[in-house]
């Protein structure tokens, strides 16, 4: 019995799976680490700024100051479509006109939030109503200064606010066309060129 129970205590040796203790440094060690890890020497750094990756195109929000760029505006024939988030903007390229219905044309106006944000604000190029009049005096008048626009229901025009006390420049991203505007804005899928675009095949079922 004795001996079954010493070769019971005496099974085979655990494998050795190179695995090492490391050593636990002394408080004084630790410190010495921590103190390695902090960078003394000048950083270089890179000079950064912001891109304009897409760009929304509507009306600027009720609750925001807003500038409307000099120079980088032009008019578009644009297409809009009930959607089921909203209003879809397609713009229609000149020679797709004819075969598109409700193409109308717009003048879109390149701004920027005084958060930062930026946006193409289309106004009816041809409208005679209250709102497209008041809206496009509006953006001319933004060019100078911070603005914000207020519906007035009972004249059916926009009002407009001045920030009377803000004289702070506008920080326009990037250094893009209007062109190159027009791409963020409707390049994804959203210039309506030719016959094979989705929208032209569903309006004449093709």
Same mark, same amino acid.
């Given at each position: 019995? !004795?001996?079954?129970?010493?070769?019971?205590?005496?099974? #085979?040796?655990?494998?050795?799976?190179?695995?090492?203790?490391?050593?636990?440094? +002394?408080?004084?060690?630790?410190?010495?680490? $921590?103190?390695?890890?902090?960078? +003394?020497?000048?950083?270089?750094?890179?000079? =950064?700024?912001?891109?304009?990756?897409?760009?929304?195109?509507?009306?600027?929000?009720?609750? *925001?100051? %807003?500038?409307?760029?000099? =120079?980088?505006?032009?008019?578009?024939?644009?297409? /809009?479509?009930? !959607? =089921? %988030?909203?209003?879809?903007?397609?713009?229609? $390229?000149?020679?797709?006109?004819?075969?598109?219905?409700?193409?109308?044309?717009?003048?879109?106006?390149?701004?920027?939030?005084?958060?930062?944000?930026?946006?193409?604000? #289309?106004?009816? $190029? =041809?409208?005679?109503?209250?709102?497209?009049?008041?809206?496009?005096?509006?953006?001319? *008048?933004?060019?100078?200064?911070?603005?914000?626009? @207020?519906?007035?229901?009972?004249?059916?025009?926009? /009002? /407009?606010?001045? $920030?009377?006390?803000?004289?702070?420049?506008?920080?326009?991203?990037?250094?893009?066309?209007?062109?190159?505007?027009? @791409?963020?804005?409707?390049? *994804?899928?959203?210039?309506?060129?030719?016959? *094979?675009?989705?929208?032209?095949?569903?309006?004449?079922?093709?």
């Amino acid at each position: 019995m !004795g001996s079954v129970e010493k070769q019971k205590k005496s099974g #085979p040796d655990a494998p050795d799976l190179g695995v090492t203790q490391t050593s636990v440094p +002394t408080r004084s060690g630790l410190m010495d680490l $921590a103190a390695s890890l902090i960078h +003394t020497g000048a950083v270089d750094l890179e000079e =950064t700024r912001d891109e304009i990756i897409s760009l929304p195109v509507g009306r600027p929000s009720l609750v *925001d100051y %807003f500038r409307i760029h000099p =120079t980088l505006h032009g008019d578009v024939s644009l297409l /809009k479509i009930k !959607g =089921t %988030f909203g209003d879809e903007l397609y713009a229609v $390229a000149p020679q797709m006109i004819s075969s598109v219905d409700n193409v109308k044309r717009y003048t879109l106006f390149f701004g920027v939030t005084r958060e930062g944000s930026s946006f193409l604000w #289309p106004i009816s $190029a =041809t409208g005679k109503d209250g709102y497209s009049r008041s809206a496009r005096q509006i953006a001319l *008048d933004a060019m100078k200064s911070w603005c914000r626009i @207020v519906p007035d229901h009972a004249s059916s025009t926009y /009002k /407009k606010r001045v $920030a009377q006390h803000c004289n702070e420049e506008p920080v326009w991203q990037g250094d893009k066309t209007f062109t190159e505007l027009l @791409v963020l804005a409707f390049g *994804d899928g959203r210039i309506i060129d030719s016959e *094979d675009h989705p929208i032209v095949k569903r309006m004449w079922l093709r």
